[in-house]
Structure formats: structure tokens, C-alpha cells
């Protein structure tokens, strides 16, 4: 009966075989994550919420660097997406900075360029390692949501097998 801000889930098609990770509960954000595959395909993929309602702090941070530390020993291609509720587009905003230094020391990139936000704000974020090839669609105005979808083609193929070389 009231208005929920908030929620994580990971949905994806049947074909795909999804293992969720063990991740601590973060008293910051909520966020859900799996490692996501099937032939030709695998990925960690991690969905992230920051309450809007509350002040970005120094803890969110840590927490967030620590989420990043503990997936970073997965070899697989990295997605990241969710509402981190902070305001990308706004050179100014030092959480931006921040957030934008985080991923920098992680190899990572953010994707997303244009208002996610009925108020003309990126909020909503797609970040991947800064070595996959990820194309982010045309963002659409918000319909149903006071967020507009976002669509990523990520290129998530394993590594080809290498043959041995024999001397």
C-alpha cells in the first residue's frame, strides 16, 4: 500500500545458467549478482540500488569498493547496472567524482551518456571492464517508470581456446 523506491533482481532468458555469488549484505546499496552462462556466453553480472533518499556518504564508497574488490577475481567479462542514484552527467558533483575515480583505479567504464531521469539526470548506470566492447542503445524518455529503460550490447564471448604449440 505504499510506494517501494527500491528492490534489486536479476531476471534472464532460460537458456542462459545463472550462479548466484555470495556477496555481504551492504548496509549502502542493495545488490544482487551471478555468474551468468551458457555456450558461447559468460558473465558476472551485478544489479545495484542506491536509495535516492539517502545521502551519498564515505560509507557508500567503501562499500562499493569493496563489492568491486570481491568481484574482481572473476576472469569473466564484468556487467554492472543499476541506480546508483547519483548525478553522472554533472561535472560538478563531487560523489561523480568520486564514483568516476572508483572506477578509474578498477579499469572500469560507464557507459551511459544521456538522461536516464524524467528530471534529466544520468542516474541509472551501465559499467563494464574497460576492455569489453559494450555499445549502449538511444536512452528513451521515461514511460511507466520515472527511469527510462536501458539497453547494452555487450560482448560477453569467452576467450577462444588457443591451441598448444608443440615444439
Do not use: W
Not at 50 to 61: E, I, K, L, M, Q
Not at 84 to 99: S, T
Amino acid at each position: 500500500l505504499s510506494t517501494n523506491h527500491g528492490g534489486v533482481c536479476l531476471m534472464y532468458d532460460a537458456s542462459l545458467h545463472a550462479r548466484p555469488l555470495q556477496l555481504p549484505n551492504f548496509s549502502t546499496f542493495e545488490v544482487v549478482a551471478a555468474y551468468v552462462h551458457r555456450s558461447g556466453f559468460n558473465a558476472v553480472v551485478v544489479v545495484l540500488y542506491r536509495p535516492g533518499s539517502r545521502s551519498v556518504t564515505n560509507a557508500f564508497f567503501d562499500d562499493f569498493n569493496d563489492l568491486l574488490e570481491r568481484i574482481a577475481t572473476y576472469s569473466a567479462p564484468l556487467m554492472i547496472a543499476g541506480d546508483f542514484n547519483i548525478h553522472m552527467d554533472d561535472e560538478n558533483d563531487a560523489d561523480a567524482g568520486k564514483l568516476s575515480d572508483i572506477l578509474a583505479n578498477h579499469s572500469l567504464l560507464q557507459h551511459v551518456q544521456s538522461s536516464t531521469h524524467r528530471h534529466g539526470h544520468i542516474l541509472d548506470l551501465i559499467i563494464t571492464r574497460d576492455n569489453l566492447h559494450t555499445q549502449t542503445l538511444p536512452v528513451d524518455p521515461p514511460l511507466l517508470s520515472d527511469h527510462s529503460l536501458i539497453v547494452a550490447d555487450c560482448d560477453c564471448r569467452p576467450p577462444s581456446a588457443v591451441p598448444p604449440i608443440f615444439r
